[in-house]
């Protein structure tokens, strides 16, 4: 069971910067991939970024070049600088481990943190 912690969420003023983070209570050597998923009130959940176990990662077009997701591996932690704000990034941000478990894998979710952006 690999429980997710956000932190880092907050208010902020349209152009400027914040940094999620996600503490992992195990090793992330051994999950297969992590990333960072948003959910705007009326929206589905949608991916932001990810960043597999080979170190290859993936964004969603919207934050391409304005969001940098990175990993800490001594320390168990996954990172997200957003930078250039928009008030569509407003949204309640996810983090998710994806774990193999058995035959197959397993999602992990974290709480989520609130992240405002005001125009």
């Known amino acids: 069971q690999v429980q997710l912690v956000e932190s880092g969420g907050g208010l902020v003023q349209a152009g400027g910067s914040l940094r999620l983070s996600c503490a992992a209570s195990?090793?992330?050597?051994?999950?297969?991939?992590m990333g960072w998923y948003r959910q705007a009130p009326g929206k589905q959940r949608e991916l932001v970024a990810v960043?597999?176990?080979?170190?290859?990662?993936t964004y969603a077009d919207s934050v391409k070049g304005r969001f940098t997701i990175s990993r800490d591996n001594d320390k168990n932690m996954v990172y997200l600088q957003m930078n250039s704000l928009k008030p569509e990034d407003t949204a309640v941000y996810y983090c998710?481990?994806?774990?193999?478990?058995?035959?197959?894998?397993?999602?992990?979710w974290g709480q989520g943190t609130q992240v405002t952006v005001s125009s």
């Open positions: 195990e090793s992330i050597f051994s999950i297969t991939s």
């Open positions: 960043i597999r176990s080979g170190g290859t990662i």
């Open positions: 998710k481990a994806v774990k193999v478990r058995g035959a197959g894998f397993r999602d992990y």
